[in-house]
């Protein structure tokens, strides 16, 4: 009985690191692959080799996706290294709630302005040779194309921690059949 409430809520945890795969600031595939793990801890590993294997790979693939697409939407703007570093910090910042208090969103708000704002400025000091009217619009461009570029990785991420619960709950269906 009580291997069938903890499959259940480790599919929980599941289902929050699927979130946490599309939302920014949860963590995502390490949810998902700490609970593949207790369940292997409790069921015997050899239960969970294949959704075990698949949750690595994704945890790997979804780092790889995440740099990938902020860097292709970064490169398909016209975003230069500052504008990259820019969001980068802005994303921090936004994480830790260092921006300007905001009258509502919060820090997810501060999560998803945080990297635009970081491109835009950093873009912005980086093109220092353009006149200001041109000097905002590709500062522009480049802090949307990062944050397009980001939001695209998160909705990859999203769909491969999807599959991964699903080869987990197919791999390990029914809950205690080992014991």
Avoid: C, H
């Avoid at 963590?27 to 692959?33: C, H």
């Avoid at 990938?68 to 830790?96: D, E, H």
Wanted: charged letters at 5%.
């Amino acid at each position: 009985m009580w291997l069938i409430i903890l499959y259940w809520l480790l599919i929980l945890v599941m289902l929050v690191g699927i979130i946490g795969s599309v939302v920014p600031g949860i963590p995502g595939a390490m949810l998902i692959l700490a609970a593949t793990i207790i369940w292997g801890i409790a069921e015997g590993f050899s239960s969970v080799t294949w959704a075990l294997g698949v949750a690595i790979f994704v945890l790997l693939l979804g780092m790889g996706v995440d740099f990938l697409a902020a860097y292709w939407g970064a490169k398909k703007a016209g975003a230069s290294n500052w504008g990259q570093i820019g969001s980068i910090i802005g994303l921090f910042l936004g994480v830790f709630g260092l921006l300007p208090a905001l009258p509502f969103g919060g820090p997810l708000l501060g999560i998803l302005l945080g990297p635009l704002l970081g491109a835009f400025l950093g873009e912005f000091l980086y093109q220092r040779k353009l006149k200001l009217q041109p000097r905002i619009k590709q500062s522009f461009k480049a802090g949307l194309g990062i944050v397009v570029g980001s939001l695209v990785g998160n909705l990859i991420q999203g769909m491969l921690a999807i599959a991964t619960v699903v080869v987990f709950i197919f791999t390990t269906w029914p809950p205690g059949a080992g014991i």
